[in-house]
C-alpha cells in the first residue's frame, strides 16, 4: 500500500498544478500543500520551488521522484500478483507502432501458444507516452525504438533494425543520387513523438538539414496509410525494412539507395531501474522475443 502523501506528491509531479492533483484524487488544495509539506519535513528538503510563476521539481524532488515511481509500480504490480496468486499469470506491455504492429505479432502468437494460460495486456503508443505508462505503473515494461535516458531505466537489447528509403515501384526516382536530391518529392513520415521520425530527423540534422527542406511534408499515425499512399506513387518515406518487408517482396515498393545511407537503430525493451520484479520481466522478454 502505498503512503497517500506519496501518491499526493506523484500526482503533483504529473500535473505540476496543485489544483488538478486535488481535482484528480478527490481531496482539497489544502490537503495537497498538506501532504507535500509532510514530505519536505520527513526528508529535510525541499521538493517543488516557483520559477516564473510555475511550479517545478527541485533536484531532491526529481532524485525522489524517480525512486517513488519505481516504488508505486513495484506495489501495483505486487498488488496484482497477490490478487492472482491462485489465479493466472498476467503479463503488461507496452510497443511502439512499427515493432507492436510489424514485429510484435510473430513473436505474441507463439508467446501465447505456449504460455496459454498467462492474460495479456499490450498497450501500443508513440515511445513518450510509453515511457509515461511505464512510471505510472501501467505497464510492466515497454519494447520501442524511441530514444530514452539509458541512466534512467533497465534496458536490454532485443536487436538492431536497418531503415530504408522507399517510394512506389513506378515512381520516377533516377535523379535521386545523393541526400539533397530527396528535397524535391513529398515526404510522408511519421507523426511528432514517432521514434522512426525522431531519428531520421537527427539524421538531417547531422547533415545540418530538416524536413522543412522537403518540398512538403506530410505526417500519418499510420503505417499502413503510409505505405497506400507510396503504392499510389504520392511521395517518398523513410520506414523500417521490418515495416515494408512484404511491400518490397511484392515488389508494390521499391528502395532508393542513397549513397552513405545506413540508419540502423535499436529495438529495446525497456523497464523501472532497480524494479524488484526487475529480473522477471528480463525472464519474460526472453520468453517473448527470444534471441535474434
Known amino acids: 500500500m502505498i503512503d497517500v502523501r506519496v501518491e499526493t506528491f506523484l500526482d503533483v509531479c504529473k500535473t505540476m498544478n496543485y489544483t488538478k492533483t486535488a481535482g484528480n484524487l478527490n481531496m482539497t488544495q489544502p490537503a495537497v500543500s498538506q501532504h507535500i509539506r509532510g514530505l519536505e519535513e520527513f526528508y529535510g528538503v525541499k521538493l517543488f520551488s516557483y520559477k516564473n510563476k510555475r511550479l517545478e521539481l527541485t533536484e531532491q524532488g526529481r532524485y525522489l521522484k524517480k525512486y517513488l515511481e519505481t516504488i508505486s509500480h513495484d506495489v501495483k504490480n505486487l498488488q496484482g500478483s497477490v490478487q492472482n496468486i491462485k489465479k493466472r499469470k498476467r503479463i503488461r506491455l507496452g510497443a511502439t507502432l512499427s515493432i507492436g504492429e510489424f514485429y510484435l505479432p510473430e513473436k505474441l502468437s507463439s508467446f501465447m501458444r505456449k504460455n496459454p494460460g498467462t492474460d495479456v495486456l499490450v498497450i501500443i503508443a508513440d515511445t513518450r507516452d510509453l515511457l509515461l505508462k511505464l512510471d505510472y505503473g ?130 529495446n525493451a525497456v523497464w523501472k531501474k532497480d524494479s524488484i520484479f526487475g529480473t522477471k520481466y528480463d525472464d519474460w522478454i526472453d520468453l517473448l522475443v527470444g534471441k535474434e
Open 138 to 267: 501501467e505497464v510492466d515494461f515497454i519494447l520501442c525504438e524511441g530514444y530514452f535516458d539509458k541512466n534512467e531505466y533497465a534496458h536490454k537489447l532485443i536487436k538492431k533494425e536497418e531503415m530504408c528509403i522507399v517510394c512506389s515501384q513506378g515512381y520516377d526516382s533516377s535523379k535521386i543520387k545523393e541526400l539533397s536530391d530527396l528535397f524535391e518529392y513529398p515526404m510522408l513520415c511519421r507523426e511528432n513523438g514517432s521514434g522512426t521520425r525522431e531519428i531520421f530527423e537527427n539524421y538531417l540534422h547531422e547533415y545540418n538539414y530538416s524536413f522543412g527542406n522537403f518540398i512538403s511534408v506530410s505526417e500519418f499515425t499510420s503505417p499502413h496509410l503510409i505505405k497506400k499512399l507510396l503504392i499510389d506513387g504520392l511521395g517518398i518515406s523513410v520506414l523500417y525494412k521490418t515495416v515494408v518487408k512484404e511491400e518490397l517482396r511484392k515488389k508494390n515498393l521499391k528502395i532508393i539507395e542513397i549513397p552513405g545511407f545506413q540508419v540502423s537503430h535499436e529495438y
